[in-house]
């Protein structure tokens, strides 16, 4: 595709709801990553894919999140029984291969306010 | 854990003038790397300059340079002849050498420019 891609755009869920965003990467990137933007902030990481394979997910804040890249190309976001501090700008984003210089290419993420 | 500091909040600048946005970040590494992201208001995250620390020319990209200091771990963003596109979050960021090592942001610097 021309872009990084991320569905839904706008999340409202109430607390304890479980929720799934959505990723579609620029074809053919190996490298995907997911960050999490509180209000006011800059981007914190939660994981990072390679293909398929979830090389890293130290920055998931509890285990109530999830994420899976399943054939290597879209990738999930789940949380599950969503509280208030969830409430976030999700951001996706993906690179040909996460090495050097190489730069990472953002979606326009998924705001989620869980009331 | 590297950490990268933004101590400016929000900045301001007339158009067509000349402003200069700065960063510092802590790491034990010697080879890295620095970014410059702009975030417009509801848009995507663009990069907009980047510097691999083993070199010492700074990087230019048309109106927007960078002074990287090493030894003082500094990477400040100039923006020469601003533009009301300009307007925008402004992070830096760094990533390590290493492939797998995700990018870590500062706070933000919210950029307004005056007409």
């Known amino acids: 595709g021309a872009g990084v891609s991320q569905s839904p755009r706008y999340k409202v869920a109430k607390r304890g709801q479980d929720v799934a965003l959505r990723c579609d990467p620029i074809?053919?990137?190996?490298?995907l990553f997911w960050y999490q933007q509180a209000l006011g902030q800059g981007p914190e990481f939660l994981t990072y894919f390679q293909n398929e394979a979830q090389l890293d997910k130290s920055g998931l804040p509890s285990d109530r999140f999830f994420a899976e890249r399943p054939e290597g190309s879209v990738s999930t976001l789940k949380i599950q029984r969503t509280q208030q501090e969830d409430s976030a700008v999700y951001l996706c984003?993906?690179?040909?291969?996460?090495?050097?210089?190489?730069?990472?290419?953002f979606g326009p993420g998924t705001r989620l306010l869980v009331l | 854990a590297q950490t990268v500091t933004q101590s400016q909040p929000e900045m301001s600048v007339q158009e067509a003038e000349t402003v200069t946005l700065s960063c510092t970040y802590d790491t034990s590494e010697s080879d890295y790397y620095l970014f410059w992201y702009k975030q417009p208001p509801s848009r995507q995250m663009i990069l907009v300059i980047r510097?691999?620390?083993?070199?010492?020319q700074n990087a230019t990209e048309n109106r927007f340079s960078v002074n990287f200091q090493k030894a003082a771990k500094s990477f400040s963003l100039k923006i020469s002849d601003s533009q009301l596109g300009d307007a925008a979050m402004y992070f830096c960021?760094?990533?390590?050498?290493?492939?797998?090592?995700?990018?870590?942001f500062g706070k933000g610097t919210r950029l307004s420019v005056i007409a």
């Open positions: 510097q691999e620390a083993y070199k010492q």
């Open positions: 984003a993906s690179s040909l291969l996460w090495q050097g210089k190489e730069t990472q290419y």
């Open positions: 960021a760094y990533r390590g050498y290493s492939g797998n090592t995700p990018l870590v």
């Open positions: 074809s053919g990137h190996v490298s």
